[in-house]
């Protein structure tokens, strides 16, 4: 499913904050050499996240799920001159092209980039955290967010991506779910229900869910 008509995307996108020739590289270089590319944050949300990372002014932020390092590079722009971006990924062989990209954000000695499985990594994280960004495995958000929350700062943001999924979400009456669906459904439900937090279902992109913690 289209979630949103490509000219209004692209009208968004002519409204938005120009990106820089370091993550147009990044798009470009993701583009040519990486499996499915479409897993990059991109323009809009890279803003977004950017400019949230902006207005908490984080000192430590955690993200899970690096991929090719646009998202980790909005997100540090935003950090304190004393923060820390702790980013997670499993995908080794994307090491070096990441490396590369953070040494050219100027930012490399403000990320902690770990490659691991984030579920092993993240009870060895001392925390606290200001601002978390989920866009890992979505087997597996509910677990993440299990680990994260009580890491969070009081006032501290989850944003968790794709969310909605391609639409996928909207499920019919007697329709087959698949796992990824069915764990987005969960995750989405296990928020609303959680009195720990309050949020919101942003419809940016493929869906981004903001949680606050009380």
């Not at 400019?51 to 722009?77: D, Q, V």
Request: negative net charge; aromatic residues 8%; glycine residues 8%.
């Amino acid at each position: 499913m289209e979630l949103f008509d490509p000219a209004l995307l692209a009208y968004c996108e002519a409204n938005t904050s120009t990106e820089d020739a370091l993550l147009k590289k990044i798009v470009r270089e993701t583009q040519a050499k990486v499996l499915m590319p479409r897993m990059i944050s991109g323009h809009l949300q890279g803003k977004m996240l950017e400019l949230f990372a902006k207005m908490l002014r984080p000192k430590t932020i955690l993200e899970i799920g690096t991929y090719t390092g646009y998202s980790g590079i909005c997100l540090a722009r935003g950090l304190r001159p004393d923060g820390r971006l702790i980013t997670l990924d499993i995908n080794d062989e994307l090491e070096p092209m990441v490396r590369g990209f953070f040494e050219e954000s100027g930012l490399a000695s403000q990320i902690d980039y770990i490659l691991g499985n984030a579920r092993d990594v993240i009870p060895t994280l001392a925390g606290p955290f200001d601002l978390v960004f989920i866009d890992a495995d979505k087997f597996y958000y509910s677990e993440y967010f299990d680990l994260v929350i009580d890491k969070v700062s009081s006032g501290g943001i989850i944003l968790a991506d794709n969310v909605l999924w391609s639409g996928k979400i909207l499920v019919e009456e007697g329709q087959k779910v698949d796992k990824d669906t069915q764990a987005l459904l969960d995750f989405n439900q296990k928020i609303q229900a959680d009195p720990r937090v309050e949020n919101v279902l942003l419809p940016i992109r493929d869906g981004v869910l903001m949680a606050r913690k009380l």
